[in-house]
């Protein structure tokens, strides 16, 4: 359904095509190889600057913050992806029906997300990681839980625009069957919209998997990822300002990455 | 027999090198990393102003105000129920006992000027000094000792709330000045416990809302999770003390935040600092980092009764696997001692080295060898909870994470919050290894006692017949070579028993800012404000 107005190859998506490409492409690599360990430690290599050596230096424990900024990156990029998924598989099925059917699930739905909605997504996670224990797939639930409201939202209101449209109505008076309608006549047609709050979404889910290691609840360490090393860095920012830099500066990346590329999908789609 | 009080003092003190005494025995120790002491010549030279009397140049000014940063919210300001040792530090300002500890180890006089122990140590006689008086405005009368010996050792109501106290078999008033002390069995060490908080006859549950006591400062206010503030005494004993009117303790959960406020000046001392901060604050010229060993023993404790720790082998195969002077590197910069056993190696007299048991750096093939004698070829997962607010320990976990990897261990970190740490760790056992410190209040038993099977704080569910009859027989020796000999054989029993994996005494980074002077470094956990002024 590749974009028939609009420009398919704008400067945003290139530009948000490289720089998550790149990104993801380090993720991935780093899950089956790094330059270095990202555990092992060595007392000779502390706090060691950044050379050709080691692209971004070493930490305390004379790691090298580049194999940990490709681990790290890989994590935060699968676990925010497992996230994205989680919720808007449920988000799209939950905006669909209450979207389409309205009645008391509506009701009922949106009462529950405006109270979702109503605490700060990181407390509402905080609260939910400290029933469920913290770790990798607590984090991957507690996101995913607090992130489908927004899908629910943005998923029911173009159900509901699109349920009474000319060409739905006369696909039901030829009896296609609910769940047809439902999945194959109207869901690509809320694709377009859908695909910018996926994007904005994983930025979301980048930050949030960042904010929660870093409050040492997420990836819990030796284990890498960028949230966490950023917290581990924030002792030496004196002394080693690059140990901060390197997951600081890949933060920003991966985000930027995402927003250009969101924004290039939409113009696409215009 | 009398004696004078800092005669015998003195005599104890010809056998040890530093005194860290202690006898108290509810006082419970906690995963400090660091902590604020000193022995008495790591920090001369340094200190500034160990005797503000005898400061050469300025004489110390009086008013002004200082906010310590401390680790962790208070447990109690009952001072018979506060067991955390960092709750400890901070009540050492509002409450003295009948004797103190001074900044050298030693016992002086604090509510009692004088006292006089029997020849066979079963009577003790206070001699209560005349012009003491508590915050409330009330002279301490022997009433009130009274009272409050009677409430700790357990003859008020049956439970004794300091536990070494409970020896206490009946507490006499001679005259208005004068109380004795009659205990069950001797004990050279017991007098340490006599530090025990004096309070107001009577007042016992409200000391947890409004404490009262001798000290130096009085109390004004806390707010739990943020600060403890506690104001100027003006009718202390001691002469001229203290100098500042007003100290607040501010809860510091981060050592991060502690750094930014430090820096900011919105705390002035800081006696826990990491290596790294260390350097920081070394280079901004604003503060003063005083370096001096703790009174801390990290280790990384070891549930003797849960599997597969339970089996010594495996224990000894994790002792192996352990390079200490790596970590000591990592975490602590190189400023720890490291150790074998339960003791702290300034404690001259009653050290024992035991390092080379199982040797500071990692032996691979030793351990792996008695892995696989364990039965345990393929090693084991192995799961070590941390209390997550001591970024030391949390460190020193990542080390040993990666230390144990290289035998086949597969160990990881699980942060755990610090009143979850106390309740289902320290309290409930429930667990199978943890990194944290425990310190040594008073004596050098202390450290020991712990390791009794039936001991409360024995939460390593160590188990030892051996160990618990040479402890009973340390206990009841009234020499002192006697009892050192006594307390190397239990540290020796610890290290061929493979107890628990003792790591070092950290070292201990202390910052004060360069507006205060006076501050003292004890050899026990304290924070002693009352000579701290304002330059």
New interface residues.
């Given amino acids: 359904m590749a974009g028939h107005a609009g420009e398919k190859w704008n400067k945003y998506f290139a530009a948000g095509l490289f720089m998550t490409g790149a990104a993801v492409l380090l993720g991935i690599v780093g899950f089956f190889w790094t330059p270095y360990s990202t555990?092992?430690?060595s007392?000779a290599e502390?706090f060691a600057a950044p050379s050709l050596r080691h692209l971004f230096g070493t930490d305390?424990?004379?790691r090298d913050i580049f194999s940990r900024v490709m681990k790290g990156m890989g994590t935060t990029i699968v676990i925010s992806a497992l996230v994205v998924l989680f919720s808007s598989g449920i988000g799209v099925l939950l905006g669909a029906l209450t979207g389409y059917f309205g009645g008391l699930l509506d009701e009922a739905v949106m009462r529950v997300t405006d109270a979702v909605n109503g605490f700060p997504s990181i407390l509402l996670a905080l609260v939910m990681i400290s029933l469920l224990g913290?770790g990798r797939q607590n984090l991957i639930l507690s996101l995913g839980i607090v992130f489908v409201p927004s899908y629910v939202r943005i998923v029911r209101s173009e159900y509901l625009r699109l349920r009474d449209a000319d060409y739905i109505g006369r696909a039901r008076l030829m009896g296609v069957g609910k769940a047809r309608v439902l999945f194959v006549h109207i869901l690509p047609n809320v694709l377009p919209v859908l695909w910018v709050s996926l994007m904005i979404g994983f930025n979301n889910a980048i930050l949030a998997e960042s904010g929660m290691s870093y409050l040492?609840?997420g990836v819990?360490?030796?284990e890498a990822s960028l949230g966490n090393m950023l917290s581990d860095a924030?002792?030496?920012l004196?002394?080693?300002p690059w140990y901060a830099l390197a997951p600081g500066l890949s933060i920003v990346w991966l985000v930027l990455g995402f927003s250009l590329f969101s924004e290039g999908i939409r113009r696409r789609f215009e | 027999m009398k004696k004078k009080l800092f005669s015998l003092l003195m005599a104890a003190l010809l056998t040890m090198a530093v005194l860290g005494g202690c006898a108290d025995g509810t006082g419970e120790s906690s995963g400090d990393n660091s902590s604020a002491e000193s022995t008495e010549d790591m920090a001369s030279g340094q200190t500034p102003g160990a005797d503000p009397s005898t400061q050469a140049g300025e004489s110390p000014a009086y008013g002004g105000s200082a906010v310590v940063g401390i680790q962790q919210d208070i447990d109690s300001l009952d001072p018979h129920l506060a067991t955390a040792a960092g709750t400890k530090e901070i009540l050492f300002n509002i409450f003295e006992g009948l004797v103190k500890s001074d900044e050298n180890g030693n016992l002086i006089g604090a509510v009692a000027s004088d006292y006089t122990v029997s020849e066979d140590g079963l009577v003790y006689t206070f001699t209560l000094r005349d012009n003491v008086k508590f915050h409330n405005g009330n002279a301490v009368t022997a009433e009130d000792v009274k009272y409050s010996l009677e409430r700790v050792s357990g003859l008020l109501d049956g439970t004794p709330l300091i536990s070494a106290l409970s020896t206490i078999q009946a507490v006499d008033i001679i005259d208005e000045r004068t109380v004795q002390v009659t205990v069950e069995s001797a004990d050279a060490e017991l007098i340490y416990s006599f530090v025990a908080a004096i309070i107001p006859a009577g007042s016992g549950e409200e000391e947890g809302a409004v404490p009262v006591g001798t000290g130096p400062f009085s109390f004004v206010s806390y707010s739990p999770q943020e600060s403890i503030v506690v104001k100027k005494n003006p009718d202390y004993w001691q002469e001229g003390l203290p100098y500042l009117d007003e100290v607040t303790f501010k809860i510091v959960n981060s050592?991060?935040t502690a750094?930014m406020e430090l820096q900011g000046g919105t705390i002035d001392i800081y006696p826990y600092l990491?290596d790294?901060?260390a350097?920081?604050l070394r280079?901004g010229n604003t503060h003063q980092v005083i370096a001096s060993p703790s009174n801390v023993v990290q280790a990384l404790f070891l549930n003797n009764t849960a599997e597969p720790l339970d089996d010594p082998l495996v224990r000894q195969a994790i002792l192996y696997a352990i390079d200490k002077e790596?970590i000591n590197?990592?975490v602590g910069g190189g400023t720890g001692s490291l150790i074998g056993s339960a003791m702290l190696p300034t404690l001259a007299d009653y050290y024992v080295d035991l390092n080379d048991v199982y040797g500071t750096t990692a032996n691979v093939e030793k351990a792996k060898e008695l892995l696989a004698q364990a039965g345990y070829e393929n090693g084991f997962d192995l799961s070590i909870d941390i209390p997550?607010n001591y970024?030391f320990h949390?460190?020193t976990?990542?080390?040993i994470?990666?230390q144990l990897?290289a035998v086949g261990i597969n160990a990881?970190?699980?942060?755990v919050e610090w009143n979850t740490w106390l309740e289902d760790i320290y309290n409930g056992r429930k667990y199978t290894a943890t990194i944290s410190g425990i310190t040594c209040d008073q004596t050098p038993g202390y450290l020991l006692n712990r390791f009794q099977t039936e001991s409360s704080k024995n939460f390593i569910n160590y188990s030892n017949e051996a160990f618990d009859e040479t402890y009973l027989k340390a206990h009841g020796a009234m020499d002192l070579k006697e009892k050192a000999e006594y307390y190397k054989q239990l540290q020796q029993l610890l290290t061929d028993d493979a107890a628990t994996a003792f790591l070092q005494v950290p070292g201990n980074m202390t910052a004060i800012s360069n507006r205060l002077e006076g501050y003292k470094f004890y050899p026990i956990y304290v924070q002693d404000m009352s000579t701290v002024y304002v330059k």
């Fill in positions: 555990t092992a430690m007392a502390r305390n424990f004379g913290s040492g609840i819990l360490p030796p924030q002792g030496y004196q002394s080693a | 050592a991060e750094l990491t790294s901060q350097q920081t280079s790596e590197t990592f997550s970024e949390m460190q976990g990542e080390v994470v990666e990897k990881t970190v699980n942060p």
